[in-house]
């Protein structure tokens, strides 16, 4: 039973900071797949760094930077440059620069966000940035002091935190290992691990020929959970999904690659 609920735990904070990241930021903010009603966008923009680590306007401009330079040496967490493993530091030290850039105005970080009415978080700006870090891992031994239980901590902090393994994961293997369902410029892949853990993110190489799209699953047996929840947030009004803007359906397949 104690295994049982740590996996709860550890799922329900996971799933929590997955979604604002993949659903509030990467396709509202990022991409506007999806249109986040007034108060899911302000709630992004001033919490979303309380529950993922992450700044929204940070994290936005990093991503828009990666799109716009995939694969090149301006990159920001290519493995073409940085090597499998090396994306887990390169991600953060581009992350950084983004951060610093932003409040210096620096033009080559503003231009990419200048649709984003906020400014980047009061806690990066202060200098504050651990402080999301600090509450989480102090509810984690509120979790654990009294009782004993660890484990249970544990798997709180972890799963709310989990996004720097999160983003190597997405950003080495979905640029390296994978199936590719459209010719890009780029050297993005569709990896099914990388999907399955967080949220259909693996899907690089659909989204990449798609950005505009919330679904970023396209074969048959690609299946993502991200698309899933923003259904559900769309029906309980959170959200509205552009489906003008949706992936279409496979045309004629030859030899493993799809062509429109």
Not at 43 to 63: E, N, P, Q, S
Not at 118 to 147: C, D, M, Q
Not at 238 to 246: G, K, P, S, W
Request: proline letters at 5%.
């Amino acid at each position: 039973m104690y295994i049982l609920i740590c996996a709860a735990v550890f799922l329900t904070a996971y799933l929590l900071n997955t979604t604002i990241i993949t659903v509030f930021y990467h396709r509202g903010l990022a991409h506007g797949a999806v249109a986040l009603r007034p108060g899911a966008r302000r709630f992004a923009a001033r919490y979303g760094i309380w529950l993922t680590g992450l700044d929204a306007k940070g994290w936005v401009c990093m991503h828009r930077k990666h799109h716009r330079h995939s694969d090149s040496p301006e990159d920001p967490h290519s493995p073409v440059h940085y090597g499998l493993l090396g994306v887990l530091l390169g991600q953060l030290r581009s992350y950084e620069r983004t951060l610093i850039g932003l409040a210096r105005g620096q033009n080559e970080y503003t231009d990419e966000v200048g649709d984003l009415e906020f400014e980047i978080s009061a806690l990066n700006r202060k200098g504050l940035w651990f402080l999301p870090y600090l509450l989480h891992l102090s509810i984690a031994l509120l979790f654990a002091v009294p009782t004993g239980m660890w484990a249970l901590g544990a798997c709180y902090f972890l799963g709310m935190m989990s996004h720097p393994i999160e983003g190597w994961i997405v950003n080495s293997l979905g640029h390296a290992v994978g199936s590719r369902n459209f010719e890009t410029p780029d050297n993005s892949r569709n990896n099914q691990l990388a999907a399955w853990l967080i949220l259909g993110e693996g899907y690089q190489n659909n989204h990449h020929r798609y950005p505009a799209s919330a679904k970023f699953s396209y074969q048959p047996w690609e299946v993502d959970l991200g698309f899933g929840i923003a259904l559900l947030l769309e029906k309980l009004g959170v959200l509205e999904i552009q489906r003008a803007l949706l992936l279409p359906s496979p045309t004629v397949a030859t030899g493993g690659l799809v062509h429109e």
